[in-house]
């Protein structure tokens, strides 16, 4: 276990020092080539600010409102029978636009539930088998200036529904 320990200290700058010895036996300017490359990515930065602002600012406005807590009353009784409890419904959509966010709602469950109800245990492996869909996708089709997204939002949203029902089995079986 030592062993593995000292490999993963040691790895970064073996990796540093690897790519900087192949750029100078390649004759490539490493140096110039990392600075092209923190330009276009603080290019990319300030185009991406604005969306991040605006996805932060929505969620903000809807959880502040009550509008999540709204929805996981209206939508409770029929995701209760499935095995998702009324609380986490809240958590799945908060989850798809803001993983920070989700991480406020994570918070209250397990102050509320407790991390080891059953509630507590489903939201750990929520957070972990879901992905922020509208997050991911705006942020990086804008940056890649990607304007016909095709089958990407179909193939994301069942990709959460795949999670969201594996963490309800999950869960299940650990109770």
Do not use: W
Not at 24 to 45: C, M, N, P, Q, W
Not at 47 to 70: D, K
Not at 91 to 119: C, E, Q, R, W
Not at 133 to 160: D, E, I, W
């Amino acid at each position: 276990m030592r062993a593995l320990a000292h490999i993963s200290d040691i790895i970064i700058p073996m990796l540093i020092f690897f790519i900087v010895g192949y750029g100078y036996v390649t004759k490539v300017k490493v140096y110039e080539s990392f600075l092209d490359g923190a330009k276009d990515g603080l290019r990319i930065v300030l185009e991406i600010v604005p969306t991040l602002i605006g996805l932060m600012v929505a969620v903000g406005m809807l959880r502040a409102s009550g509008f999540f807590e709204m929805l996981g009353r209206v939508l409770g009784p029929l995701t209760e029978r499935v095995g998702l409890p009324a609380q986490l419904t809240p958590l799945l959509i908060v989850k798809m636009f803001s993983s920070s966010a989700a991480t406020g709602l994570v918070l209250d469950i397990f102050k509320n539930a407790g991390p080891d109800s059953y509630a507590g245990m489903l939201t750990s492996i929520l957070m972990s088998c879901t992905e922020t869909v509208f997050y991911t996708m705006s942020v990086y089709f804008l940056a890649a200036r990607v304007t016909k997204t095709r089958y990407t939002l179909t193939g994301a949203l069942l990709a959460t529904l795949a999670g969201t029902v594996a963490s309800i089995l999950l869960a299940a079986r650990m109770v």
